[in-house]
């Protein structure tokens, strides 16, 4: 089943964009032939604490559509390569809402329960 994912990279801050550019490329090559990224660039910027003793990053935001046999691959690459300062991959804001079940519905699930 194909979920909608949304990634935020933090590359160091000593790679230019065309860098930064070429790495995204070879990342979301191994998420599948035909698969759309949506990428947004939101460059250097200041770090809330110290990471790896770097105070600043260059910020990417990205969203695509893959299946969850993916992304292992997807996140091992994204821990070997040592540009990356950090990576956080979670479900997109829409996929996250549809996955909420109704109180009523769970309510009446766990009614039925314990009348079994």
Do not use: C
């Amino acid at each position: 089943m194909t979920r909608r994912y949304e990634v935020v990279y933090i590359f160091d801050s000593s790679l230019e964009e065309p860098a930064v550019t070429e790495r995204l490329g070879r990342f979301h090559a191994l998420l599948g032939e035909g698969t759309e990224v949506a990428v947004n660039h939101w460059g250097k910027r200041s770090l809330a604490y110290p990471v790896r003793r770097k105070d600043t990053g260059y910020y990417v935001v990205a969203q695509f559509a893959a299946t969850a046999d993916k992304l292992p691959e997807f996140e091992r690459a994204l821990k070997l390569d040592e540009s990356i300062v950090r990576f956080l991959i979670v479900l997109a804001e829409e996929e996250a809402a549809t996955v909420r079940v109704p109180l009523e519905a769970a309510v009446a699930a766990a009614v039925e329960e314990e009348e079994e």
